[in-house]
């Protein structure tokens, strides 16, 4: 008997430490204990032995491939795999194929289609009528949200489970395991350690990657030396999906909700991905007039600054004003009542259609406009008393409306004053045994 190792035998070393570490059951998988613990929603199919086509939607390095390859070997079901970036229709029919000929033989079929974002809307709608007869189990792994990537009819017919990306306590474990695989600790430091779970930002498989790049090096390495020898993992934004949306929801979220110290971690995330610093410039422009508004008028001032700073100086000096604009509007007081009074003057207006002005307010260039009324008993109410005439700018037809209402937060307070003294005149100025001229009030707040 010829004992001598085949040629196509490989070396267990050889093979990457991310393989060798593959998990052998859902229970060694790490992180996703609230789908897979067995009173979780997976935990519980695989236990019943009756899978549901499923969309797995998480970061890179969480998992996705092994836990569909793990779904596979546990219900006895052939494992399929394809990549929706390298795979086409004719490659999805031969899969299709092979699956109705196993079903024929009485075996299911789990087909894993990573990336299955990639795929167009024609490409998801074949899987459609598969699915519905069970003909696969499709299993699809995504990074990017499929409520946005996903056509709807594939949506219906799958249930989405979110994996979490691994926190440092799952990253330990790996590290633990790869020790014990390796037969000796890592020679790091502790700081150094920490620096490593750090670095890897979540991503199991870029984490066994850097450990077999420091294994070799000599003890002890510090966080020094660490940083030297791997290269830190690039964080997760991509400006045209998910990411993207997320990080300016929460900077926005942090500045509404007056967190200055939130808002500039944020935003930090926003320009170490690389998002456009005048992308952000216009948002916080618009926070400041939608969340800010006549609260600190000062607010919008702020922000343009920054946006014209920015444009001026460029990366990275220019990234500085618009750090101040963002604290500045997130210490800022807020209000939505210039928000609120336009949106509904504007349901106002298109409720109403056509009224014209009433006539007083209009100008009179024309002899025949003079005889119709035109500009009428107008009162110019820089010239009045009390700066204030009290007149009617509503249509005629129009019962007055209130649509601004400011609060009594900032600048909005004294213009809270300021509308309730004028709202005083206005009602003695059309009272019926009041003078036309209105009277100015004993007592009561300034109207400045």
Known sequence: MNDAPSLFDVDDASRPLADRLRPRTLHDVVGQDHLLAPDAPIGRMVDGQRLVSMVLWGPPGCGKTTIARLLAEQTDLAFEPLSATFSGVADLRKVFSAAQRRRELGQGTLLFVDEIHRFNRAQQDSFLPYVEDGTIILVGATTENPSFELNGALLSRTQVFVLKRLNDDALETLITRAEDLLGAPLPLTADARQALVAMADGDGRYLLNMIEQVQGLPAPVDTAVLAAA????????????????????????????????????????????????????????????????????????????AWDVYERLGSPEGELAIAQAVI??????????????????????????????????????????????????????????????????????????TFYRPTNLGYERAITERLAHWAQLRAAVHEPSTPTRPKTPRKGPSPD
């Open 328 to 401: 500045y509007l997130a210490t800022a007081p807020k209000s939505i009542g210039v928000y609120r009074g336009f949106n509904t003057a504007r349901a106002a207006a298109k409720r109403t259609g056509s009224l014209m002005p009433p006539a007083h307010i209009l100008n009179a260039p024309t002899r025949l406009m003079k005889d119709l009324g035109y500009g009428d008993g107008y009162q110019y109410d820089p010239d009045t008393e009390t700066g204030f005439s009290g007149a009617n700018y509503f249509p005629d037809d129009m019962p007055r409306e």
């Open 230 to 305: 791997v290269q830190k993992r690039a964080p997760l934004y991509d400006k045209a999906q998910e990411g993207h949306y997320n990080l300016i929801s929460a900077l926005h979220k942090a500045m509404r909700g007056s967190d200055p110290d939130a808002a500039l971690y944020w935003l930090a995330r926003m320009l170490d991905g690389g998002e456009d610093p005048l992308f952000i410039a216009r948002r916080i422009t618009r926070f400041a007039t939608e969340d800010i508004g006549m609260a600190d008028p000062q607010a919008v001032q702020q922000a343009l600054a």
